[in-house]
């Protein structure tokens, strides 16, 4: 079945510490995106990538990094210049036929 | 750009209560709406959506119609379970990148 895998669902890290979250697609899908959930304040767009080797930021890009080298893969770096990383973050791809969401993972910084 | 309102929550109702989540957007051109629905823990499912003025989603038994004149997609359901506790989000994308916008979110808790 084709979908999105995000691994791990859970991760812990120090404060500090660069972290890099895995997002994996099998749809063929061109555009692939990043968001952040935080209670209470919906979802917020970090990056977007529409085609292989390009990526541009969105509404909340500081403290974020990403990478584009395979259409199936867009990974997201938490820098430590984040500075409330705490999160659940969700990775997206989409075709003009609509959006398909990984299951998420939740980072946990102490 | 583009940005989403949508009623906040908590929403707690009855089990077979009727169920209304507002929800009003600003967009330029010819948006395309959605309802999505997140589960503890889980993300987003797409619940159902419209891509042109009049058009009305429906899955599940819940229903949306995107209203053009009022810039509006107000989620209902007639008759709510307790299995649709969750939270609702309503989004918008528009223009050439099909980025999506979301609003917060309204949590839904439906007591038996």
């Known amino acids: 079945?084709?979908?999105?895998?995000?691994?791990?669902k859970y991760l812990f890290r120090k404060e500090g510490q660069n972290v890099t979250l895995s997002c994996e697609q099998n749809l063929n899908h061109d555009a692939m995106y990043w968001y952040r959930q935080d209670p209470g304040q919906g979802l917020r767009l970090i990056y977007y990538s529409q085609i292989v080797n390009d990526f541009q930021k969105g509404d909340i890009a500081e403290g974020y990094s990403v990478s584009r080298e395979k259409k199936e893969s867009f990974p997201l770096t938490v820098t430590s210049a984040q500075k409330n990383?705490?999160?659940?973050?969700?990775c997206a791809s989409s075709n003009s036929?609509?959006?398909?969401?990984?299951?998420?993972?939740r980072l946990t910084v102490v | 750009g583009d940005s989403?309102?949508?009623?906040?929550?908590?929403?707690?109702?009855?089990?077979?209560?009727?169920?209304?989540?507002?929800?009003?957007?600003?967009?330029?051109?010819y948006p395309s709406l959605f309802w999505y629905v997140q589960y503890p823990g889980e993300g987003?499912?797409?619940?159902?959506?419209?891509?042109?003025a009049d058009d009305k989603g429906s899955n599940k038994g819940f229903e949306a119609t995107y209203?053009?004149?009022?810039?509006?997609f107000h989620l209902e359901k007639g008759s709510v379970q307790v299995s649709d506790?969750?939270?609702?989000?309503?989004?918008?994308?528009?223009?050439?990148?099909?980025?999506?916008?979301?609003?917060?979110?309204t949590l839904l808790t439906v007591n038996p």
Do not use: W
């Open chain 1, 1 to 8: 079945d084709g979908g999105i895998t995000q691994s791990p």
């Open chain 2, 67 to 72: 209203r053009k004149e009022t810039t509006s």
């Open chain 2, 44 to 52: 987003l499912q797409l619940l159902l959506k419209a891509t042109k």
């Open chain 2, 85 to 105: 506790s969750a939270v609702y989000f309503c989004a918008v994308s528009g223009g050439s990148n099909y980025k999506l916008t979301f609003g917060k979110g």
């Open chain 2, 4 to 29: 989403v309102t949508q009623m906040e929550g908590p929403v707690t109702l009855s089990e077979e209560a009727f169920l209304t989540i507002n929800c009003t957007y600003t967009a330029t051109g």
């Open chain 1, 97 to 105: 036929h609509g959006y398909t969401f990984g299951s998420g993972t």
């Open chain 1, 85 to 90: 990383p705490t999160a659940f973050y969700l």
